[in-house]
């Protein structure tokens, strides 16, 4: 397991289009591991596969299942080939920021739940009902698998001081 470098703007794979994942062998497995650590590494609560550079559908989530308790156990979530099946009519607006952006946050609306098909890093098939923040990390993820920056979606940005940088950039 490695720690990859995190692409930041204006590299121009950040808007490129991941390609789905047909081999699940010990290259992917690598990919997930380093993927991980790398998220734990920076911190973030999610990370891309283009965001390290490869242009793979995989994505990694780590949050709280219970947002309301700050010392709640983190759930690791591992999604190859991701799809929203069905998002929520119900929206919300929340402030979010972006490894690849460092610096920089803005205010994003997003659907509140989400149903995500797509498979287990061993290839099988996975379900997924997600709500609140963790909702908002799958489609700030999926969104990068698709080329698509959290900027692009944003209602209000703006640039942070060094100080004010925090741990929850997904």
């Known amino acids: 397991m490695a ?45 891309a596969a283009p965001q390290v550079g490869v242009l793979q559908r995989v994505i990694v989530v780590e949050y709280p299942e219970n947002e309301d308790d700050e010392n709640a156990p983190k759930r690791l979530y591992v999604v190859v080939n991701p799809e929203i099946k069905e998002m929520s009519v119900e929206t919300e607006v929340g402030v979010e920021g972006c490894l690849s952006i460092p610096g920089v946050q803005g205010e994003v609306e997003r659907a509140r739940a989400l149903i995500v098909r797509g ?52």
Request: charged fraction near 30%; glycine fraction near 6%; avoid cysteine.
């Open 3 to 47: 720690i990859r470098e995190i692409v930041t703007v204006p590299d121009p794979v950040l808007r490129r289009k991941a390609k789905k994942v047909t081999d699940f062998g010990p290259e992917l497995q690598r990919l997930i591991e380093d993927m991980i650590k790398t998220m734990r590494a920076a911190p973030g609560v999610g990370l």
């Open 119 to 170: 498979q287990n890093r061993r290839g099988q098939p996975v379900k997924l009902k997600v709500t609140g923040w963790t909702a908002r990390i799958f489609q700030h993820e999926i969104d990068h698998l698709e080329g698509i920056l959290f900027t692009d979606r944003a209602v209000r940005l703006w640039s942070l001081a060094p100080e004010e940088m925090t741990s929850d950039s997904v």
